[in-house]
């Protein structure tokens, strides 16, 4: 069965801290991995892609990891700020597949002050 | 450009009564999607569009209907609202990224907020 699960379910830390957040999957066959960031009562946006052959991407302040051998992603934070207080979503595609797109449940991230 | 956009924001609905949620995207993508959130669960398909005129059923299509008559606009229909239909409707539009074997970027409208009562 396809499935994406995400760890851990919430998160709270501080500004200025770093967090690292995971995603393992089930999906196959594997076409590529997305972190998407939601704000509360927005949609998705997407933070970072990757296919099979990357095994990292960044985005500023976002940096995410795929081991396609484990099934494995994460999303590390760096020096995190009152704005990425969201849910972080884990999002697999299957190859040539419009429709077996696989949601995770999400990451809710709090950064208090 | 104002990508993906939705209307209404928000509605009630009382059991058994219909409406139609609307989906437009200016990027002239080809694909579509409806999708529900419901709390503590990831996005779940409900149905899907890969071009002007046609549909597809997606994970959890029962008691929905769509359609896609113009390019841009993407209808998601509810016959006879029920109170498990309550959740957050996201409608996403994406087109093939070259060179990835079929991968497909999305890009979500804002959503809307239903609850049937």
């Known amino acids: 069965k396809n499935q994406v699960e995400q760890s851990p379910q919430s998160l709270i830390i501080l500004e200025g801290k770093n967090c690292t957040l995971q995603c393992n999957y089930t999906v196959s066959p594997f076409s590529n991995l997305r972190w998407y960031k939601q704000d509360t009562g927005r949609g998705p946006v997407s933070l970072t892609i990757?296919?099979?052959?990357?095994n990292t991407k960044s985005n500023g302040r976002y940096t995410a990891t795929l081991d396609a051998d484990t099934k494995q992603s994460s999303l590390h934070i760096t020096a995190s700020q009152l704005s990425d207080s969201a849910s972080y979503i884990c999002v697999v595609s299957a190859y040539s597949s419009a429709s077996k797109i696989i949601f995770g449940s999400g990451t809710r991230l709090s950064i208090r002050p | 450009n104002a990508g993906v956009t939705q209307t209404p924001k928000f509605r009630v609905l009382k059991t058994g009564q219909s409406m139609t949620l609307l989906c437009a995207q200016d990027?002239?993508?080809?694909?579509m999607y409806w999708y529900r959130q419901d709390p503590g669960m990831g996005l779940r398909l409900i149905h899907y569009s890969v071009g002007e005129g046609t549909t597809a059923k997606g994970e959890v299509p029962d008691g929905y209907n769509v359609s896609r008559l113009k390019k841009q606009n993407f209808l998601l229909g509810l016959e006879s609202a029920a109170p498990s239909q309550t959740s957050v409707y996201f409608c996403?539009?994406?087109?093939?990224?070259?060179?990835?074997?079929?991968?497909?970027?999305?890009?979500f409208g804002p959503g809307t907020r239903l609850t049937v009562t």
């Open positions: 990027m002239n993508h080809e694909y």
């Open positions: 996403a539009s994406s087109y093939p990224m070259i060179g990835t074997g079929g991968t497909y970027e999305q890009y």
């Open positions: 990757m296919t099979f052959s990357e």
